[in-house]
């Protein structure tokens, strides 16, 4: 499956967003079909292939704001009273939480 999703990302440098080349998807935010056949956003995968598994009720935000961006340096997992779960450094922490009030404002409810 790795192969397959990676194939459809346009992978840059470690900073810049990689976008999602595949199927746009609802709002913007990309599609992916799983091997069971169901369906998620690309930045879920890209979190669970290269981050880890992402915890149960919590969403994946892509904190440059770009909803079609995989890069996993851009990529949090948000819990859903809004606390940052993954170890990332302190200086950012405002910056994942900024933007995941900012996902609660303007999606909420989105995306499994
Ligand atoms: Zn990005």
């Known amino acids: 499956m790795a192969e397959r999703f990676w194939a459809k990302v346009d992978k840059r440098g470690p900073d810049e967003c990689w976008l999602w080349t595949g199927a746009a998807g609802a709002k913007g935010l990309g599609s992916f079909r799983r091997e069971d056949r169901t369906q998620t956003t690309p930045r879920r995968v890209a979190y669970q292939l290269v981050v880890g598994e992402i915890p149960e009720g919590h969403i994946v935000i892509a904190t440059c704001g770009l909803g079609n961006c995989v890069n996993p ?40």
């Open 73 to 112: 340096n851009h990529l949090a997992a948000i819990a859903p009273g809004g606390e940052v779960s993954r170890d990332i450094e302190p200086d950012l922490v405002d910056i994942f939480e900024r933007a995941a009030r900012r996902f609660y404002a303007g999606h909420a409810g989105e995306e499994p």
